[in-house]
């Protein structure tokens, strides 16, 4: 008899998406002619940098002619991309990372949702809240979470609520945990954490033998100083931390695919019987097994990026949506809403009007001014009385978006 992983019927069907799109389709049916913006969209809307089209191009005849043509790669990634990201992500910074401490892969989101995989199911798991979805099923689907709850709140998570009280920033747990995810800038709510702030952590994970796995996807969205691009910045962190990097918020990689793993050889986990093991021997074994490498043409497109044009065209890019984000503050704020995030990330978190839920603002945003957003409870408990702006929109929309709101 074939059974199944129980952990799968266990996680409650994901229904915030398709929520969200059942009530514009009601609303559209009730209103055909509603102008709507949506501003709950995750993804980019801008192209891809000329520089890796024309890199994926140049790829792509290579992979024409039998001299040129190349078959499967190192799992871990060409020499050429890691390089590249060593030299400008790390190295121009003063951080000192090597290239066999580089895993490409195809996205942050299979990186972070695999991660599980080294980790004994064991181990206690904090996670920041609201969170990034895949954090908690794929630990739930890993067995590390225990039970949900009626309000999908899981028996063995420890939830490190990040709210208006604490000022978004995450306070340490009263219960040892293990292993913790924290992904800053945030998503959902926009905000981020500074040196001082990061270094609790990176403290905290050495003092408890814990490991911190840091979700950098939007590091290159952040404007201000004192905000940490890479948890590397931060002293101690090479033996306690690894991290995740994507080239899909940063490059419009989104449909295109291409991120990268950090794990830094001297960051050590224990065995049953104490002993202690590199992650970057345990993540390399996984990786080489379970996946055979990123498109050759992809990591051309990934490559393109770091060459002068790359960056122009990618800093364009961001510089695009960080005004969107800037202009989605000044008019909630004029409109009289109180706001987070939306600095050094493309979401900006607003809080509902007094006594309103997520969903209740949702619906009147909907309804009354026809702007989809994303409520915040989707997110976790503590995103409830919040909804997310997203600033991967046009600018027209953008601009006319606010303008509703302020009358
Ligand atoms: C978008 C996003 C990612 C990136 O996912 P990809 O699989 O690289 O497209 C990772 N983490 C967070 C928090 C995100 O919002």
Same mark, same amino acid.
């Given at each position: 008899?074939?059974?199944?992983?129980?952990?799968?019927?266990?996680?409650?069907?994901?229904?915030?998406?398709?929520?969200?799109?059942?009530?514009?389709?009601?609303?559209?049916?009730?209103?055909?002619?509603?102008?709507?913006?949506? &501003? #709950?969209? @995750?993804?980019?809307?801008?192209?891809? $940098? +000329?520089?890796?089209?024309?890199? &994926?191009?140049?790829? =792509?005849?290579?992979?024409?002619?039998?001299?040129?043509?190349?078959?499967?790669?190192?799992?871990?990634?060409?020499?050429?991309?890691?390089?590249?990201?060593?030299?400008? +992500?790390? =190295?121009?910074? #003063?951080?000192?990372?090597?290239?066999?401490?580089?895993?490409? /892969? +195809? @996205?942050?989101?299979?990186? %972070? #949702?695999?991660?599980?995989?080294?980790?004994?199911?064991?181990?206690?798991?904090?996670?920041?809240?609201?969170?990034?979805?895949?954090?908690?099923?794929?630990?739930?689907?890993?067995?590390?979470?225990?039970?949900?709850?009626?309000?999908?709140?899981?028996?063995?998570?420890?939830?490190?609520?990040?709210?208006?009280?604490?000022?978004?920033? $995450?306070?340490?747990?009263?219960?040892?945990?293990?292993?913790?995810?924290?992904?800053?800038?945030?998503?959902?709510?926009?905000?981020?954490?500074?040196?001082?702030?990061?270094?609790?952590?990176?403290?905290?994970?050495?003092?408890?033998?814990?490991?911190?796995?840091?979700?950098?996807?939007?590091?290159?969205?952040? %404007?201000?100083?004192?905000? $940490?691009? /890479?948890?590397?910045?931060?002293?101690?962190?090479?033996?306690?931390?690894?991290?995740?990097?994507?080239?899909?918020?940063? =490059?419009?990689?989104?449909? %295109?695919?291409?991120?990268?793993?950090?794990?830094?050889?001297?960051?050590?986990?224990?065995?049953?019987?104490?002993?202690?093991? =590199?992650?970057?021997?345990?993540?390399?074994?996984?990786?080489?097994? *379970?996946?055979?490498?990123?498109?050759?043409?992809?990591?051309?497109?990934?490559?393109? %990026?770091?060459?002068?044009?790359? *960056?122009?065209?990618?800093?364009?890019?961001?510089?695009?949506?960080?005004?969107?984000?800037?202009?989605?503050?000044?008019?909630?704020?004029?409109?009289?809403?109180?706001?987070?995030?939306?600095?050094?990330?493309?979401?900006?978190?607003?809080?509902?009007?007094?006594?309103?839920?997520?969903?209740?603002?949702?619906?009147?945003?909907?309804?009354?001014?026809?702007?989809?957003?994303?409520? #915040?409870?989707?997110?976790?408990?503590?995103?409830?009385?919040?909804?997310?702006?997203?600033?991967?929109?046009?600018?027209?929309?953008?601009?006319?978006?606010?303008?509703?709101?302020?009358?």
């Amino acid at each position: 008899m074939a059974q199944i992983n129980d952990n799968f019927i266990k996680i409650p069907a994901t229904y915030l998406f398709s929520e969200i799109a059942k009530r514009v389709a009601q609303h559209k049916e009730a209103n055909p002619d509603a102008p709507i913006i949506r &501003m #709950g969209i @995750g993804d980019v809307s801008l192209p891809l $940098p +000329d520089a890796s089209v024309d890199a &994926m191009i140049k790829a =792509a005849e290579e992979q024409r002619h039998a001299e040129t043509f190349r078959g499967y790669g190192p799992e871990q990634g060409y020499a050429f991309l890691r390089d590249a990201i060593v030299a400008n +992500d790390f =190295a121009a910074k #003063g951080l000192d990372i090597e290239a066999d401490e580089i895993f490409v /892969s +195809d @996205g942050a989101k299979s990186d %972070t #949702g695999n991660i599980g995989d080294i980790f004994s199911v064991n181990n206690r798991v904090a996670i920041t809240d609201p969170s990034y979805p895949v954090y908690v099923d794929t630990n739930a689907m890993g067995g590390r979470a225990g039970e949900p709850n009626e309000q999908n709140v899981w028996s063995n998570l420890v939830y490190l609520p990040c709210n208006v009280a604490n000022n978004f920033v $995450p306070q340490l747990p009263t219960e040892k945990v293990d292993l913790i995810y924290l992904c800053y800038p945030n998503n959902p709510t926009g905000t981020t954490l500074t040196h001082e702030q990061l270094k609790v952590w990176v403290d905290y994970a050495k003092a408890n033998n814990a490991i911190i796995l840091f979700d950098a996807a939007y590091e290159a969205f952040i %404007t201000e100083e004192n905000v $940490p691009h /890479s948890i590397y910045e931060i002293e101690g962190a090479k033996e306690v931390a690894l991290e995740f990097r994507s080239f899909s918020k940063t =490059a419009g990689f989104t449909g %295109t695919r291409c991120g990268y793993t950090v794990v830094p050889k001297a960051v050590m986990a224990f065995s049953e019987n104490g002993e202690k093991v =590199a992650l970057n021997k345990l993540w390399n074994r996984r990786h080489c097994t *379970k996946f055979n490498g990123t498109s050759y043409v992809v990591q051309r497109a990934a490559e393109a %990026t770091y060459s002068p044009e790359g *960056k122009k065209q990618v800093k364009a890019l961001i510089d695009f949506y960080t005004e969107n984000a800037r202009i989605i503050r000044e008019g909630l704020e004029k409109a009289g809403y109180t706001i987070y995030g939306g600095k050094n990330a493309p979401y900006v978190w607003a809080k509902a009007p007094e006594g309103m839920g997520s969903w209740e603002y949702f619906d009147y945003l909907l309804k009354e001014k026809n702007i989809v957003t994303t409520p #915040g409870a989707g997110f976790g408990l503590s995103g409830e009385g919040f909804v997310r702006f997203s600033a991967f929109g046009s600018r027209e929309a953008t601009i006319e978006a606010m303008k509703r709101l302020e009358k």
